[in-house]
């Protein structure tokens, strides 16, 4: 696997994560998404321009989209991969993949789109160049 196949975070499913079917309940998985950008903002060393208190804006989320493609069960190590799909004025969007560890199965595919906006406001204003530089490729 190269360094750029590299899962960027991995965890093991809890009991509480688990619906009366015995596999994670659906919600669950905006949870494994977030924390897998928020992860992805970490180790890029980027997390600070996220903050509302470091950056002078707040990001809202504007919509998540899930696609399930295999369940997940307890005790599973789920790994995640995110990427920056695009950044635009006032908005940018992240692709999460999901894959169950055991098995390599894909499980699941999310797209998240996050508005930037005023503290005062909460309406859109553009991304900080410093937050678009980082979110830059290379």
């Known amino acids: 696997?190269?360094?750029?196949?590299?899962?960027?975070?991995?965890?093991?499913?809890?009991?509480?994560?688990?619906?009366?079917?015995?596999?994670?309940?659906?919600?669950?998985?905006?949870?494994?998404?977030?924390?897998?950008?928020?992860?992805?903002?970490?180790?890029?060393?980027?997390?600070?321009?996220?903050?509302?208190?470091?950056?002078?804006?707040?990001?809202?989320?504007?919509?998540?989209?899930?696609?399930?493609h295999s369940p997940i069960d307890l005790d599973d190590v789920v790994e995640a991969k995110v990427d920056v799909e695009k950044v635009g004025r006032t908005s940018l969007s992240f692709a999460i993949e999901l894959f169950r560890h055991r098995d390599g199965a894909h499980c699941a595919s999310a797209h998240f789109v996050w508005v930037c906006v005023g503290l005062s406001d909460s309406r859109p204003t553009p991304i900080p160049e410093a937050t678009r530089a980082a979110l830059s490729p290379g």
Do not use: W
């Not at 903002?41 to 696609?67: D, P």
């Open 1 to 68: 696997m190269s360094v750029d196949d590299r899962p960027l975070a991995s965890f093991r499913v809890s009991m509480r994560d688990i619906d009366i079917y015995g596999h994670v309940h659906n919600s669950r998985y905006l949870d494994y998404c977030e924390d897998a950008v928020v992860e992805f903002l970490r180790q890029r060393q980027i997390l600070s321009h996220f903050r509302h208190t470091s950056s002078g804006v707040a990001y809202h989320v504007k919509k998540a989209e899930i696609t399930f």
